[in-house]
């Protein structure tokens, strides 16, 4: 994707212009709309990227910044994030999983007691290393995720079995100073997330967390952002090196033909107990370690989010996590009872807001209502409710629905009901909608010839596969090229039936288990 406006990094404003009268499809760039001066330049199934990146800052999300990498995060994504903490958290604490806040910064020291698995990673790590002009005696680390500032004081706080469990969650920054085709929520240098560590004293709660958090992800993505998300197991190649095994929510953006990590439920195993000597006195006072997990959810959520449900007029917000979900626009005619319609339009804001929607009016005066219309389709707010003469006079209001364009009129009488009904319709079907389209995407393949040409249709493949980590290897170097090359995304837990005798569609040895494969983000 883009960066726009070339090395600032800036995005250009919007010059884009409505649909050709002839309705043909149009590559490229189209003019402004003269009428409302807003639009989209570019289209989601002809220049997905451009689209993207058009569509987060046209809806007023997204500023971008002058660090390449980096992104303002406005009131109408954050908004976002905070709704989705406002499920996870209370979620966690049933949990008995505490919040805290542990520092940015980690020194050279204690980040090389990770070395194995920072080998890798060490490229992104961003350091200090001034204070004004003046070198700082060691540079200390900006944190890319918080093992090594965490685990050294799990190690001192725990110290019997009636330690445990430890189960910490926070909410913060972290920094991976990323090289790849950086885009806003799905890859930037600095994103906000979630990241829980807690520790156990036997596996079976370790294993049984990692599943109820997993759990919680899914519904995140699902009862949330409308995106339907597969669970399963990653594969050796693709869990994190540091942990036992890894879970994940997978979904699918179908434009790219890519699949997301959408989140991460791991097991750390007693890896991280070895290294940051994690012990406890266990019942019978042996000396024993601990178990661990770690799992996090990210800003990517949103990303994914308006990659799934966006479309040629914008943004489209699925309203559990829209902060506006309905907006009311008066619609005056010049012999009307201008006053009348615009005291409806503050009622109908209260009587729904009261009723604990969340519901604002646009009442400025010097924008048409046609303007305000598309400035909050624009914006994805999933319904529009118009008040006019008519509806004044019989008593009832206009709603627009965001998501498919419907319309109808609702009596006054029984708005919130109605109201609630609509919402919770546009979020199911949202998400049905969503779930075809990705369903239409998934192949499932047994040979290779059928593999190749599944992923030359962008699709997210089914195979049944040996898994084993050399037959993954080998796919990956036979797939490579400028698209990237396909991987495993997750060996779903939702296994279809594997007849016996069923072979590899890489190897051809026996297949163990039905894996999902693609290119991916
Ligand atoms: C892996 C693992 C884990 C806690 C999670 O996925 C959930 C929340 N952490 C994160 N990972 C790294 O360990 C890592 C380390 C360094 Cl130094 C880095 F620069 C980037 C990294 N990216 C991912």
Known sequence: ????????????????????????????????????????????????????????????????????????????????????????????????????????????????????????????????????????????????????????????????????????????????????????????REFLWQEGHTAFATKEEADQEVLEILELYRRVYEEYLAVPVIKGKKSELEKFAGGLYTTSVEAFIPNTGRGIQGATSHCLGQNFAKMFQINFENENREKAMVWQNSWAYSTRTIGVMVMVHGDDKGLVLPPRVASVQAIVIPVPYKDADTQGIFSACSSTVSLLNAAGLRVEADLRDNYSPGWKYSHWEMKGVSLRIEIGPKDLANKQVRVVRRDNGSKQDIPVDNLIEEIKKILDNVHESMFEKAKKKRDECIQKINTWDEFIAALNEKKMILAPWCDEEEVEKDVKARTKGDMGAAKTLCTPFDQPELPEGTLCFASGKTAKKWTYWGRSY
């Open 1 to 188: 994707m883009a960066s726009k406006g070339g090395s600032n990094g800036k995005s250009k404003p919007a010059d884009g212009k409505s649909k050709p009268a002839d309705g043909k499809p149009k590559t490229g760039k189209k003019e402004v709309k003269k009428e409302t001066g807003l639009g989209l330049t570019y289209k989601k199934d002809e220049n997905f990227g451009e689209w993207y990146s058009e569509v987060v800052v046209n809806s007023e999300m997204i500023e971008y910044y002058d660090i390449s990498g980096c992104y303002i995060l406005r009131p109408w994504s954050i908004s976002i994030w905070e709704i989705l903490h406002d499920f996870f958290d209370p979620e966690i604490k049933k949990m008995n999983i505490k919040n805290a806040y542990f520092p940015l910064f980690v020194s050279d020291a204690v980040l090389q007691k990770e070395k194995d698995h920072i080998e890798g990673f060490a490229p992104e790590v961003a350091w200090v290393t001034k204070s004004g002009k003046t070198d700082l005696e060691v540079p200390i680390a900006v944190r890319p995720t918080s093992e090594t500032v965490m685990y050294p004081y799990y190690s001192k706080w725990i110290r019997g079995h009636r330690d445990l469990p430890l189960k910490l969650n926070q909410w913060c920054n972290v920094v991976r100073w990323e090289f790849s085709n950086p885009t806003p929520f799905i890859r930037s």
